[in-house]
């Protein structure tokens, strides 16, 4: 069997879905970063040519080379032996792809995209900007609401029930960065049950294995 290899930046909340799946597929896999832009620069030739689009994570099986996450954690699932990284049922099946998209098109747009990489990266001077703080107390309101919509999706454990499925290796990753945000302690105080499901995350081993152990610099910033 070919060597499994995961390209990417380890403080990449989708590249961390992606290892957390493998890990808890429990099969073995390479890491890279070799060859991965830096933050705010151009994708590399060497990245573009296994994701034209230029994003990661990419997966190397072989000869095959897969990007997107949602595909690629599908792909670990189908492709390996090992525990089930989704549920068996129709309706349950129906309802991780409910949150698989809705953690692509909404949660990881909202909670990362704009509100954990502006707050993270912004200067001083733009920080203090009265425009900025508008702006960003604006998508606070926005992901208290998403959070009170994903809050119910917690009360049986997992999206899922009580099993870890595809749906909360990649909304967890998203609340541990949320969590780490000025205000973001206080919105999750208001979601318990979504709360609840980060503490139990942060206990399990593939959760240890990939946290990103952000700076103190970089959480000073935000």
């Known amino acids: 069997m070919s060597v499994v290899t ?6 990449s909340n989708l590249t961390r879905t992606v290892r957390i799946a493998c890990l808890e597929k429990e099969i073995a896999f390479e890491f890279s ?8 620069h151009p994708p590399t030739p060497e990245l573009l040519r296994s994701n ?8 190397n099986d072989g000869p095959f080379v897969l990007y997107e996450t949602a595909a690629i954690c599908r792909y670990v699932d189908d492709r390996f032996p090992g525990p089930l990284l989704r549920p068996v049922s129709a309706q349950k099946v129906a309802r991780m792809n409910q949150w698989i998209s809705l953690a692509m098109t909404r949660l990881d747009q909202n909670i990362i995209r704009n509100f ?11 920080r203090h900007d009265p ?7 604006r998508m606070a309101d926005i992901i208290r609401h998403d959070l009170s919509v994903l809050d119910p999706a917690y009360a049986d454990g997992w999206i899922c029930g ?19 945000m000025p205000g973001g302690p206080e919105m999750l105080a208001d979601a318990p049950n979504v709360e609840d499901a980060f503490m139990r995350f942060r206990a399990r081993g ?9 700076p103190e610099k970089l959480l000073k910033s935000a």
């Open 6 to 11: 995961i390209i990417g930046m380890p403080r």
């Open 33 to 40: 970063t070799r060859n991965v832009q830096t933050p705010g």
């Open 52 to 59: 034209p689009f230029g994003k990661v994570p990419v997966l």
């Open 116 to 126: 954990v990489i502006p707050m993270v990266l912004t200067d001083d001077t733009k």
């Open 131 to 137: 425009g900025f703080a508008i702006q960003m107390n």
């Open 162 to 180: 009580d099993r870890f499925t595809i749906p909360d290796m990649m909304i967890m990753p998203m609340i541990h960065y949320l969590n780490a």
């Open 206 to 214: 593939s959760a240890a294995q990939t946290d990103p152990i952000l």
